[in-house]
Nanobody, 129 residues
């Protein structure tokens, strides 16, 4: 298990940008695939982006493709989510999650919540119109 801590949320206007960060500790970071999820009020948590252990493979939901970029720095135990051209539909609490590479279904279902073992507490992103 690892500890996951997100940061970087805030209030931004429509069309603006924001970068979220997620620091992982407690185990070898490069043994974990990583994902970003979000949850709006009264909606289910949805996967928005995933990145494999080396950062060579990324996946995005259709709703953020072309606007969000996930990246990772294994030397810094950190994964990022660059969010551009934000809309009010992007408002929600954003969660970072880690999936162990061992026995993982990540390559089959990189944006599914049940693939991930360890979760952060989330960081709020609010996009104003």
């Amino acid at each position: 298990a690892v500890q996951v801590v997100e940061s970087g949320g805030g209030l931004v206007e429509t069309g603006g940008s924001l970068t979220l960060s997620c620091v992982v500790s407690g185990d070898t970071f490069s043994d974990y695939h990583m994902g970003w999820f979000r949850q709006a009020p009264e909606k289910e948590r949805e996967g928005v982006a995933g990145i494999n252990i080396r950062g060579y493979t990324t996946r995005y939901s259709d709703s953020v493709k072309g606007r969000f970029t996930i990246s990772r720095d294994n030397a810094q135990n950190t994964v990022y989510l660059q969010m551009d051209n934000l809309t009010t539909d992007d408002t929600g609490k954003y969660y970072c999650a880690a999936a162990s590479r061992y026995g993982s279904k990540w390559y089959e279902r990189p944006l599914e919540t049940d693939v991930y073992n360890d979760w952060g507490q989330g960081t709020q992103v609010t996009v104003s119109s």
